[in-house]
């Protein structure tokens, strides 16, 4: 033993000697600075290490590139300028209506007079009536059927405020039984939900969206210890999640979708790792209108312990009914084991006044991650369902007398109706060779593009006409989400598609005002950080 500790002791003179003879050749100060600038490049390497795993390599080469260019002298002052140009663009026609805008209270009120006032203003909106993509998905006038009855039903409870529950016993009860009664058409009653599905009302989609991500979070930080979450979407799930990636502070995996532009489950599960909190599932995506393969993302959920949202917030008040109907619809409920919660608009096919959607969970133990607590403050114990604390009431009757007015016989024969015009419209599409349908819709969007013709331009000859389609990227198409308002219409647009088809055909390249060079541009951009700069910038000079 002393045999040892002597030869170990002298083992560490002799390498003590050796180091210092080593180390004397250096200056001190470059002794002292080697381990920093070490450590410095260690971190530096794992920074760049990083966002290469997060971004690609391709993108991380592009964006250092674009950065070094604008360092060049005059190169940033150039591509600003440019920039500004889309902007202008972009928001051509708007900035001189806003110079008549009010920026201050009239002296003087204008008493009932400003409901003379609001119907002027309102006079200059666009024709909506049968010509919008989306947008309004009651169909006939404002004034009369279905719209009359829901604008008297949320004139009867403006006033109310849910967040008084003592004193607006009438809103509670409409919000529960709308949440019960939009579980119900998504499975709640089976056995395979487990009989204890709950929810609440929300603002919107992407109010419901927000909360099933915040909630699959913070449940998931309970359950698996999970404290640096991520998140996997396909590329056509809805930017609701993205927002909530920004808000929430998750990872945001987004993977591209397969060959019939649903959710690749095979590319999904090679991005889970011990970090995912969540994967979501669209029935349908919005911008195809193509149900992802719910029951695949359930099993892959369910196997790896995490949570899977269901985005049913165009599918349903659809779906359900179109299953009764015996169109042939996949499974997309809480029937699908794994699926811990689910998000429905009231307010589109569910023919609700705007601001009215319901986000649901598989069970109260989910729920409970969604409400937020609060002990410590001097105004008295508080707790809050969702994002908004006040909530308008009238919204919420409205969605209420919605529903309870149409009925299950109602929104059957709303669903036979846009169906039909849905598969109307495919097949006038496929009757003009020069577009095609992506891939085989299974609702009530459809999405088409071109091989031959720039289909933005086609757009933009359609706008000309006065309707309102969607652009949509990746590839470059367009499309029209189909509700009540087409149904006396869908032979004037299939005649004025064809006829903008055959006007591009003709005569190819941009309009006069179009933005078909804008939307082409922005597709083939490389630097996305700048499409998104213009996107900013537009909306800060917009509202």
């Given at each position: 033993?002393?045999?040892?500790?002597?030869?170990?002791?002298?083992?560490?003179?002799?390498?003590?000697?050796?180091?210092?003879?080593?180390?004397?050749?250096?200056?001190?100060?470059?002794?002292?600075?080697?381990?920093?600038?070490?450590?410095?490049?260690?971190?530096?390497?794992?920074?760049?290490?990083?966002?290469?795993?997060?971004?690609?390599?391709?993108?991380?080469?592009?964006?250092?590139?674009?950065?070094?260019?604008?360092?060049?002298?005059?190169?940033?002052?150039?591509?600003?300028?440019?920039?500004?140009?889309?902007?202008?663009?972009?928001?051509?026609?708007?900035?001189?209506?806003?110079?008549?805008?009010?920026?201050?209270?009239?002296?003087?009120?204008?008493?009932?007079?400003?409901?003379?006032?609001?119907?002027?203003?309102?006079?200059?909106?666009?024709?909506?009536?049968?010509?919008?993509?989306?947008?309004?998905?009651?169909?006939?006038?404002?004034?009369?059927?279905?719209?009359?009855?829901?604008?008297?039903?949320?004139?009867?409870?403006?006033?109310?405020?849910p967040l008084h529950?003592?004193?607006?016993?009438?809103?509670?009860?409409?919000?529960?039984?709308?949440?019960?009664?939009?579980?119900?058409?998504?499975?709640?009653?089976?056995?395979?939900?487990?009989?204890?599905?709950?929810?609440?009302?929300?603002?919107?989609?992407?109010?419901?969206?927000?909360?099933?991500?915040?909630?699959?979070?913070?449940?998931?930080?309970?359950?698996?210890?999970?404290?640096?979450?991520?998140?996997?979407?396909?590329?056509?799930?809805?930017?609701?999640?993205?927002?909530?990636?920004?808000?929430?502070?998750?990872?945001?995996?987004?993977?591209?979708?397969?060959?019939?532009?649903?959710?690749?489950?095979?590319?999904?599960?090679?991005?889970?790792?011990?970090?995912?909190?969540?994967?979501?599932?669209?029935?349908?995506?919005?911008?195809?209108?193509?149900?992802?393969?719910?029951?695949?993302?359930?099993?892959?959920?369910?196997?790896?312990?995490?949570?899977?949202?269901?985005?049913?917030?165009?599918?349903?008040?659809?779906?359900?009914?179109?299953?009764?109907?015996?169109?042939?619809?996949?499974?997309?409920?809480?029937?699908?084991?794994?699926?811990?919660?689910?998000?429905?608009?009231?307010?589109?096919?569910?023919?609700?006044?705007?601001?009215?959607?319901?986000?649901?969970?598989?069970?109260?133990?989910?729920?409970?991650?969604?409400?937020?607590?609060?002990?410590?403050?001097?105004?008295?114990?508080?707790?809050?369902?969702?994002?908004?604390?006040?909530?308008?009431?009238?919204?919420?009757?409205?969605?209420?007398?919605?529903?309870?007015?149409?009925?299950?016989?109602?929104?059957?024969?709303?669903?036979?109706?846009?169906?039909?015009?849905?598969?109307?419209?495919?097949?006038?599409?496929?009757?003009?060779?020069?577009?095609?349908?992506?891939?085989?819709p299974d609702m009530?969007?459809?999405?088409?593009?071109?091989?031959?013709?720039?289909?933005?331009?086609?757009?933009?000859?359609?706008?000309?006409?006065?309707?309102?389609?969607?652009?949509?990227?990746?590839?470059?198409?367009?499309?029209?989400?189909?509700?009540?308002?087409?149904?006396?219409?869908?032979?004037?647009?299939?005649?004025?598609?064809?006829?903008?088809?055959?006007?591009?055909?003709?005569?190819?390249?941009?309009?006069?005002?179009?933005l078909a060079p804008?939307?082409?541009?922005?597709?083939?951009?490389?630097?996305?950080?700048?499409?998104?700069?213009?996107?900013?910038?537009?909306?800060?000079?917009?509202?």
């Open positions: 033993m002393d045999y040892h500790s002597s030869w170990f002791n002298s083992f560490l003179v002799r390498f003590r000697l050796s180091a210092n003879l080593f180390l004397s050749q250096f200056e001190p100060l470059a002794l002292l600075l080697a381990p920093l600038l070490t450590l410095f490049i260690a971190r530096l390497l794992h920074s760049l290490l990083s966002v290469i795993h997060e971004n690609g390599l391709k993108a991380t080469v592009l964006a250092l590139f674009m950065t070094s260019i604008k360092l060049v002298p005059g190169v940033q002052s150039y591509i600003d300028a440019e920039k500004q140009k889309v902007v202008d663009k972009l928001q051509s026609g708007s900035k001189s209506k806003r110079e008549h805008w009010r920026t201050e209270l009239p002296t003087t009120g204008l008493g009932v007079g400003v409901i003379e006032e609001m119907k002027d203003v309102k006079s200059n909106d666009a024709d909506w009536k049968g010509k919008c993509s989306g947008t309004v998905y009651i169909g006939g006038s404002e004034s009369e059927g279905h719209f009359s009855l829901i604008n008297e039903a949320c004139s009867m409870f403006a006033h109310t405020n529950l003592d004193v607006f016993q009438s809103v509670a009860r409409f919000e529960a039984e709308v949440v019960a009664m939009t579980a119900d058409l998504l499975g709640s009653k089976e056995k395979a939900s487990g009989g204890q599905v709950c929810g609440n009302m929300t603002s919107g989609g992407t109010e419901s969206i927000l909360l099933a991500v915040k909630t699959s979070r913070d449940y998931m930080k309970v359950k698996k210890g999970i404290t640096r979450p991520e998140m996997i979407i396909a590329e056509s799930a809805h930017s609701a999640y993205d927002k909530a990636a920004q808000y929430f502070n998750i990872k945001l995996r987004r993977v591209p979708v397969n060959k019939e532009f649903k959710a690749d489950v095979k590319a999904i599960r090679k991005q889970i790792n011990r970090n995912t909190i969540l994967i979501v599932g669209s029935a349908p995506g919005y911008p195809h209108g193509i149900i992802d393969p719910i029951e695949e993302l359930g099993k892959l959920a369910d196997s790896y312990g995490i949570c899977l949202h269901v985005d049913l917030c165009l599918g349903g008040f659809v779906l359900p009914f179109a299953r009764k109907l015996g169109y042939p619809i996949p499974p997309f409920d809480f029937t699908v084991r794994g699926v811990t919660s689910i998000s429905a608009d009231v307010h589109k096919y569910g023919l609700a006044p705007k601001g009215t959607s319901v986000v649901l969970y598989r069970n109260h133990d989910i729920r409970k991650h969604q409400f937020v607590a609060v002990t410590e403050w001097s105004g008295g114990l508080y707790v809050s369902p969702t994002v908004a604390g006040s909530r308008p009431g009238g919204v919420i009757a409205g969605a209420w007398a919605a529903m309870m007015s149409l009925g299950q016989q109602g929104y059957l024969e709303n669903t036979r109706k846009i169906i039909e015009v849905s598969k109307m419209i495919q097949k006038g599409i496929k009757e003009i060779p020069e577009l095609f349908i992506i891939g085989n009530t969007i459809v999405a088409f593009g071109s091989a031959v013709l720039d289909i933005f331009e086609v757009n933009d000859i359609m706008s000309g006409k006065g309707w309102h389609l969607n652009a949509l990227q990746r590839p470059n198409s367009i499309h029209i989400c189909v509700t009540l308002q087409h149904v006396p219409v869908v032979d004037a647009f299939l005649q004025d598609l064809r006829e903008a088809v055959q006007t591009v055909k003709e005569n190819p390249g941009p309009i006069s005002g179009g804008i939307y082409g541009a922005a597709g083939k951009m490389p630097d996305r950080g700048m499409v998104q700069d213009l996107l900013v910038n537009y909306m800060d000079g917009t509202c």
